[in-house]
């Protein structure tokens, strides 16, 4: 029997078991903020469990391609109800962070930038929009990746972007066309600044709104404006007057609020049968 005994202390914990583990390990660390014993008391508990999982994450406990144990089991290990934990799962996976796989058991997904971020943009979708603080927004992110581009893209990269400001001048009375070529010229602008994170935020605020994007394309003389400033901006760049460039762009997105805000009255006379 000391044999046995001796040989099941021996084992290397399961799968289950280390996650158990790696719950107790936290709730001890935290027991005096959130936790109380093993349970999770203080703000609801899914938001709880849901940042304990993310803090397992980051610390590396977790990472990308890990399979969750069973529901079952990480009631167990977080002391909580099955539906608590059901909520933080659910909320983990809008996020990107989890994704469903067969079975029922949830997967740390790639974690990738534009995997966390993009799930914001659905988010934004559903809230009151304003084109005010849409722009600023942009304004702060932005600005800032132009400068860096003006800075510290090749002279080959800046070419790219002024071939394709110039190549907009053929898409005056195109709109579908205007809208790959002006999605091509931002991205060119973001990838220049060598920051993937910053260039991740900005498609984000660039791909808000799009339907009144593609509306505001198809007013007169929208296009042409956009065009000329993308080509003063490109100008500016290649010339390294980057103060330039950046003052270029902040008039750029001046242009992109005021028509996106012109769509929107345009909307809501219509809607309301004006």
Known sequence: MAKSTNKQKNQSPGPSDAFSQLVASANRRDSGDEFSGSKLVRRSLSEQVADRIMAMIKSGNLKSGDRLPTEQKMTIAFGISRPSLREALKALSLMGVLESRQGGRYTVTDLSPGRLVAPLNAMFAVADYDANEHFDCRVVIELDLIRRCSEQASPEHKQRIMKLAVDGRAFYDDPVAFRLLDMEFHEALYAGANNRMLSVMAHLAYDMVLDERRIA??????????????????????????????????????????????????NAQTNQGL
């Open 217 to 266: 394309t198809e007013m007169p003389g929208v296009i042409k404006t956009s065009v000329t400033q993308h080509c003063e901006v490109a100008d500016a760049m290649v010339a390294g007057h980057t103060d330039q460039a950046v003052a270029a762009y902040h008039h750029h997105l001046e242009h992109i609020r005021d028509s996106t805000i012109d769509v929107l009255q345009n």
